[in-house]
């Protein structure tokens, strides 16, 4: 047998009021070519009696750990998760995205065969049901060709060289604990902190377009102005990795790109969402830059999660 054969994969999945989509996940996870040992479900309690549903009795790699309400974290979920499991590799994916086919964990184990990558995330394709403005920048952002991120890639790819994302990401576990892992105590963002580690210690990130999930949100303006309000709430946390490090041009060329595509797809009416979309969401990213300037109630109003500021 293959080292790739060998390896021990379990899966991490914070899990919040699961629906019908939960369900297909765990079926198309279980089909995998690259078995998967445990499927660990962090849930944070919400009412549901998880751990006697009669859909997950019929699977014996089923470990659920439930937490309070107040006790889930972005990062330090994920964290206690990763730390109940010895497995070789783990994978950490959200509730609501789907492997597109049977080769996801497979693919994605490929790109961590190399001694120094120490992570690699899945290729995001959209839904049925999703904008073509949405469908267009998860285009952007997960193109078809793979790449490999390293401190090299800092010049020419500015923030996007830290991009990782898990919605489906896997690690190596040694390096993780090595590195210490993600952040205990985040708003969002654990995954590209975590990545930018990596990167600053000399290892590599892969972005393995091979490897496909389907997963989108059609976010209103409003819950657009509070993502980009968390994402830039992290980083002003965190100068030591973004300080100096380009952001806002990538936003500008994904905007000019997405205006071009509009143009070029006989959509130009769609321009005007489209600077609508970006307005808020440029205009929460520089909220959440100055966000130790507002009032907590404005923040706790310009937050995808206020619970995180309940904490302290």
Not at 59 to 86: A, M, V
């Amino acid at each position: 047998m293959s080292r790739m054969e060998n390896s021990i994969v379990d899966v991490i999945i914070p899990v919040y009021k699961p629906g019908e989509e939960f369900k297909e996940l765990i079926r198309r996870l279980e089909l995998q070519k690259l078995k998967i040992r445990n499927i660990i479900l962090m849930h944070t309690k919400d009412g549901n009696d998880l751990m006697n549903s009669e859909f997950l009795k019929g699977y014996d790699n089923i470990i659920i750990e439930e937490i309070e309400t107040d006790e889930f974290d972005h990062g330090g979920t994920r964290d206690k998760g990763i730390c109940n499991s010895d497995a070789e590799f783990v994978l950490c994916m959200t509730q609501d995205a789907l492997p597109a086919d049977r080769g996801l964990t497979e693919k994605l184990l490929n790109e961590l065969k190399g001694a120094d990558a120490a992570a690699a995330y899945a290729r995001q394709l959209p839904r049925k049901d999703c904008s073509l403005l949405e469908s267009y920048i998860r285009s952007f952002n997960y193109p078809k060709n793979s790449m490999i991120k390293s401190k090299d890639s800092l010049d020419s790819m500015g923030i996007k060289t830290y991009f990782c994302s898990n919605v489906c990401a896997l690690y190596r576990k040694d390096l993780y604990h090595k590195l210490g892992g993600f952040e205990k105590r985040t708003i969002f963002n654990e995954d590209m902190l975590y990545a930018a580690k990596c990167i600053q210690n000399g290892y590599k990130i892969v972005y393995a377009a091979g490897a496909r999930v389907i997963h989108s949100h059609n976010y209103t303006n409003r819950q657009q102005f509070q993502r980009n309000f968390d994402l830039a709430v992290s980083q002003a946390q965190h100068p030591e990795i973004f300080e100096g490090i380009r952001s806002e041009s990538e936003g500008i060329r994904m905007t000019k790109n997405t205006m071009m595509y509009l143009i070029r797809s006989g959509n130009p009416m769609m321009i005007i969402t489209l600077i609508m979309s970006s307005a808020a969401k440029y205009s929460g990213y520089l909220a959440g830059k100055h966000y130790r300037a507002l009032p907590r109630k404005i923040v706790k109003k310009c937050t995808m999660s206020p619970r995180y500021w309940e904490k302290g």
